[in-house]
Structure formats: structure tokens, C-alpha cells
């Protein structure tokens, strides 16, 4: 199966922006893959930040919004907060009922 | 209230088998489909298999084809996971989820459980 790709680690800057991405190893990214994205802190179990591409789920700050940036899908968060420091992943629906998940993005907020 | 609690793991030998269960509360069963997804010890998450709401549809990882089997019985609102052939490599809490459709998880999981721990190893 194909890999979907991210960024092992990132850091951010209180109050800072930081864009996350979202790859695949062979191919590019659109918003046929139905995009989505969610955070998952120590302990938890995930929850959904955004889904089909740019759609924020109840609840969700609007400081986090999603995106197609070139050929990967992207999870932008604006005005980090010490809270935000979490597991970020992304999961692209391969149709034929496949869902991947990436590796996870691991952000601190330092 | 949305709930789903998973039952069913523990410790096996590899080569063995398990079944995992998943009650669920608070929404229609059978209008959703139903995913299992699994987290090893410390790494990331890991999309198992996923049902359809009627029960007649099912998709596998190809890390798990042919060795787990994803069921459902609508009338117990309960989802199980049979898991044959353990490996090492199938240790992880595995937690179901609901997808918010009723044929796959393509748009999203949207509840998830808080998980039932399998540990494989001799």
C-alpha cells in the first residue's frame, strides 16, 4: 500500500504559525483523497480537527484551518498555544475503502 | 452520548488467536460504518479494517488480510474484531471508531473508544 508521508517532528513558537503537510510517496495529494486530519495528545484518543480537505469539525478553533498546498495536504495552525503541543496525523482515504494514516507529526510549542 | 467500549484484548502466545468486541451506545448501529484502528506501544496510528453498516461490505489493511475479520451484529450493537495468526508485530491498542458515513471512514472517524490492549509475544 501506498505510504502517506509527514513531517516526524516540528516545532513552533508561542503564538507562531506552523504549517504541517501531508504526503504521499508516490503521487500527489488532492482533494479526492478526502483529507483529514487529527490531533491526538499522550494518553487520548484523537480527535478530529479537520476533514475533507478544509472542513473544521465541531468545536474546532479557527486558528486551524486545512489546505491543499502543492501536491500534499496541509494542516495550518496560527497563534500556537502551549495546548496545541500534541501528535498531529493526517489520514488520506485511498478509496476502495482504504484508509492510511501518516506517521504523525510530533509539535512542541517552545 | 456516543459511546463505544471495547473489550477482549489481552496477552497471547504468537500464532494465537483473539476476538475483540465493541459495544456501542447513543446513535443508530446500523446506519454507520465501523473501523478498527490500532496504535503500537509508543508509534503512530494504524487503520486496520472497516465495515459497512449493513455488515455487507469489508476492507483490510493488507498488514492484516487474510488473518482478521471484521463482523457486526446490528441487532447487539456490537462490532468484533476476529484476529488469527498473531504476530509481534500486532501488539498495539486497538480502538474502534465510527465513520461518519455508513459505507466507509472516507470522510472521517468522528468517536472513537478508548481502546483494548493486545499483547503478542512468547
Known amino acids: ?110 | 452520548e456516543v459511546r463505544l467500549l471495547e473489550s477482549g484484548g489481552g496477552f497471547v502466545q504468537p500464532g494465537g488467536s483473539l476476538r475483540l468486541s465493541c459495544a456501542a451506545s447513543g446513535f443508530t448501529f446500523s446506519s454507520y460504518a465501523l473501523s478498527w484502528v490500532r496504535q503500537a506501544p509508543g508509534k503512530g496510528l494504524e487503520w486496520v479494517s472497516v465495515i459497512s453498516g449493513s455488515g455487507g461490505s469489508t476492507y483490510y489493511a493488507d498488514s492484516v488480510k487474510g488473518r482478521f475479520t471484521i463482523s457486526r451484529d446490528n441487532s447487539k450493537n456490537t462490532l468484533y474484531m476476529q484476529m488469527k495468526s498473531l504476530r509481534a508485530e500486532d501488539t498495539a491498542v486497538y480502538h474502534c471508531a465510527r465513520c461518519s458515513s455508513s459505507t466507509t471512514c472516507y470522510l472521517r472517524f468522528d468517536y472513537w473508544g478508548q481502546g483494548t490492549l493486545v499483547t503478542v509475544s512468547s
Open chain 1, 1 to 110: 500500500q501506498t505510504v502517506v508521508t509527514q513531517e516526524p517532528s516540528f516545532s513552533v513558537s508561542p503564538g507562531g504559525t506552523v504549517t504541517l503537510t501531508c504526503g504521499l510517496s508516490s503521487g500527489s495529494v488532492s482533494t479526492s483523497y478526502y483529507p483529514s486530519w487529527y490531533q491526538q495528545t499522550p494518553g487520548q484518543t484523537p480527535r478530529t480537527l479537520i476533514y475533507s480537505t478544509n472542513t473544521r469539525s465541531s468545536g474546532v478553533p479557527d486558528r486551524f484551518s486545512g489546505s491543499i498546498l502543492g501536491n500534499k495536504a496541509a494542516l495550518t495552525i496560527a497563534g500556537a498555544q502551549a495546548d496545541d503541543e500534541s501528535d498531529y496525523y493526517c489520514v488520506l482515504y485511498m478509496g476502495s475503502g482504504i484508509s492510511v494514516f501518516g506517521g504523525g507529526t510530533k509539535l512542541t510549542v517552545l
